[in-house]
């Protein structure tokens, strides 16, 4: 999903973008709200209005997604864990944690936090339609009345104890600190996910065949997505669970070739010309890393500026580099960035020195020695 979002920009050092089907869901709304809702609700608002009206709803309405999903951020920092992304697509949204919550109390809290957000949002919505009565256009308050009813609904339907919606969450996490099992906790929220997957199916069809309704369908869309999210989870969880547990120190390499962040462009592409790198840790003088470059970036400076041109000067620097202590776990590298092949290096540093690199390639190994579980089991043994 990642490669099909834009920027949004960022809230309080987390990343939020949303994914294209946001814009289908957008005009969907939008479109819904000023030629059924708004018209049904407000006899008489002339059409303009209407969908001025449903524009701006529309937009309330993602708004409160993010909301949503800002409060499972939130409370994820708060209970000790990075939360750096939120993506927003056509079925709600999504704050990706690098981590796993080390406890099931702090599960119980991340995942309720949603919930209790979209409680909060009705609240305020609903509380501003009865506000808004008599001192507003009646449109107004019927929008704000659908946005109140609209986000009770979808808190309603998120705490279904059913993985992967957070009712499915707080039910793991009720799980895991009944029977002291994490996995088993996971079964059981599986389980209650699959469950609810098969009613919405059944529901939905039973509906479509009674009364021709196309509402039907979509639950019957609705179950097949939990349906395939449900064995997705399932199948992804222990293997993240089991790269949360790896650190860079794990799958770094020692004392690499390094690049002089001093020397010239030229001077330094007369010796990487003998070496069997592509990408390089570029150290200042007084020996701390201060970046990475890769011939590939040193190809682009022009042939008559690299006798005049430092290293130092043309490396890609952190933060747009990832750099981190040794005992960072590598989900957090995967949370943050792509790295790309021949072009990126992580910067594994200790106390400010270099203690070692991780390349692309030392990742993809990494992930499948811990699908394999060889990983994991050298690292428990240390």
């Known amino acids: 999903m990642t490669h ?50 449903a524009t701006v709803c529309a937009v309330l309405f993602l708004a409160s997604l993010l909301a949503h999903e800002l409060c499972h951020a939130f409370t994820a920092r708060r209970c000790g864990l990075k939360a750096e992304r939120i993506t927003l697509w056509l079925l709600g949204g999504a704050a990706e944690l690098p981590e796993e919550p080390r406890t099931p109390r702090a599960a119980l809290l991340v995942a309720a936090a949603g919930p209790a957000a979209s409680v909060a949002v009705a609240g305020g919505f609903l509380g501003a339609a009865v506000l808004a009565t008599g001192a507003l256009p009646p449109v107004v308050v019927v929008a704000l009345t659908w946005l109140g009813w609209t986000n009770a609904v979808l808190a309603a339907f998120n705490l279904l104890p059913g993985t992967p919606l957070d009712g499915g969450r707080i039910a793991e996490a009720v799980a895991w600190k009944v029977t002291g099992d994490r996995a088993r906790a996971r ?46 989870e399932l199948v992804a969880a222990p293997l993240r669970e089991a790269v949360s547990r790896i650190r860079l120190a794990d799958v770094m390499r020692p004392s690499p070739v390094t690049a002089p962040g001093w020397y010239t ?64 776990p590598v989900t957090e590298v995967l949370g943050r960035t ?15 020195a270099l203690a070692g690199v991780v390349a692309p390639a030392d990742l993809a190994r990494a992930l499948e020695l811990a699908e394999l579980g060889v990983l994991v089991r050298r690292r428990a043994e240390l």
């Not at 834009?6 to 809230?11: D, K, M």
């Not at 070496?275 to 682009?300: I, K, Q």
Request: glycine share 12%; proline share 9%; aromatic share 8%.
């Open 338 to 352: 792509a790295l790309r092949p021949g072009q990126d290096l992580v910067l594994v540093v200790d106390h400010g």
């Open 4 to 53: 099909a979002t834009f920027p949004l920009g960022r809230i309080v050092g987390i990343r939020i973008g949303a994914h294209w089907s946001v814009l289908i869901i957008a005009v969907l709304l939008a479109y819904l709200l000023a030629t059924s809702v708004l018209p049904a609700g407000a006899p008489g608002t002339p059409p303009p209005l209407c969908w001025a009206v």
């Open 187 to 232: 079964r059981i929220a599986g389980r209650g996910g699959q469950l609810l997957a098969a009613a919405l199916v059944g529901t939905g069809v039973w509906i479509f065949l009674t009364t021709g309704s196309f509402e039907g369908l979509w639950l019957v869309a609705i179950g097949w997505f939990l349906t395939f999210a449900v064995r997705n």
């Open 265 to 328: 462009v030229q001077g330094f592409l007369d010796l990487a010309a003998e070496l069997p790198v592509r990408t390089f840790p570029v150290m200042s003088f007084d020996g701390r890393p201060v970046g990475v470059v890769s011939l590939g970036r040193l190809a682009r400076v022009p042939e008559t500026a690299r006798t005049s041109t430092r290293l130092e000067s043309v490396c890609t620097k952190p933060p747009a580099c990832f750099a981190g202590p040794p005992e960072t």
